[in-house]
């Protein structure tokens, strides 16, 4: 039995009652627990032919609506997504420098239903840390918390047009002045640039991008591109899959694979 399915299965035991109100969000918590696998695996670092370190530190930023939904529970689901990342690593041989903790918080800047996360490699000790994604090692506790930036005291005022983002100096994403975000998707070989803030995919020659696949839809599903894009399944017949999980909406990063009928397609975004 995969480790996603064990980790539904122990979320069904305290899904009950008022509690499974939660639920109803637009983030589901199997989508949260698939994304703390890709983290555990995009940041992934070989120390020797034993040992192979991934982050045991998680912050899931969550959109405000999301967040209200969730936090009362924040407890409760944390404990059982560390578990599950626990199972995860154990199965994929992974170890860690410290105790597993995920953490939710409040992200002013996203919709309903999109998610972010941020993660760190915290050592046992607080004098051997390292930084999101790899980044070059903290010193010390900072004022946004050892290895994460800093969050503003309060949100900036909102731009007139989506921030391009990309990682900095410590790994983690920011707005980085005068760049621009390259959005396009890749399928059977073949480029198609994201150049408006919609990208609609399906089998009807209105659709922005046709894909000739009988199990497409005529207008399949839809990427909206900002920081982060994301995907939506636009009521097709046979759905979507993105990055292995079945969804009707997600989060996209470069090199996320999305699957309508038998096509596979690439998301790809690149700063230039």
């Known amino acids: 039995m995969g480790v996603l399915k064990r980790f539904e299965q122990r979320l069904e035991g305290l899904v009950n009652g008022t509690f499974a109100k939660v ?8 989508e949260i627990a698939g994304a703390l696998q890709r983290e555990c695996d995009n940041n992934a670092t070989i120390w020797n032919r034993e040992r192979t370190v991934v982050p045991n530190d998680f912050v899931v930023e969550l959109s405000p609506p999301d967040y209200e939904r969730l936090s009362p ?12 990342v626990r199972d995860y690593a154990k199965q994929q041989r992974y170890t860690f420098m410290g105790p597993i903790k995920v953490h939710l918080e409040k992200a002013d800047d996203l919709d309903t239903g999109l998610y972010r996360v941020r993660s760190r490699t915290l050592a046992s000790s607080t004098s051997q840390q390292q930084p999101p994604h790899g980044g070059p090692a903290a010193a010390g ?4 918390g050892a290895g994460y930036p800093p969050r503003p005291a309060a949100a900036p005022p909102a731009p007139t047009a989506p921030p391009s983002y990309a990682p900095g100096p410590a790994g ?3 707005p980085l002045p005068g760049t621009e975000t390259r959005r396009w998707v890749e399928i059977n070989g073949n480029r198609h640039q994201i150049s408006g803030p919609t990208l609609v995919l399906g089998r009807s020659t209105e659709a922005d991008v046709r894909i000739d696949d009988p199990g497409v839809s005529r207008r399949h599903c839809e990427i909206r591109a900002g920081s982060p894009s994301s995907i939506q399944d ?5 759905g979507i899959v993105v990055d292995g999980q079945h969804t009707t909406r997600a989060t996209l990063r470069d090199g996320s694979r999305i699957v309508v009928g038998s096509t596979t397609i690439i998301y790809r975004q690149a700063e230039g």
């Open 172 to 174: 983690s994403a920011g």
């Open 73 to 84: 529970y924040s407890g409760q689901l944390g404990d059982e997504l560390a578990s599950m």
């Open 141 to 144: 506790p900072g004022p946004g």
């Open 23 to 30: 639920f109803k969000s637009e983030v589901q918590p199997v």
């Open 234 to 238: 636009l009521g097709s017949t046979n």
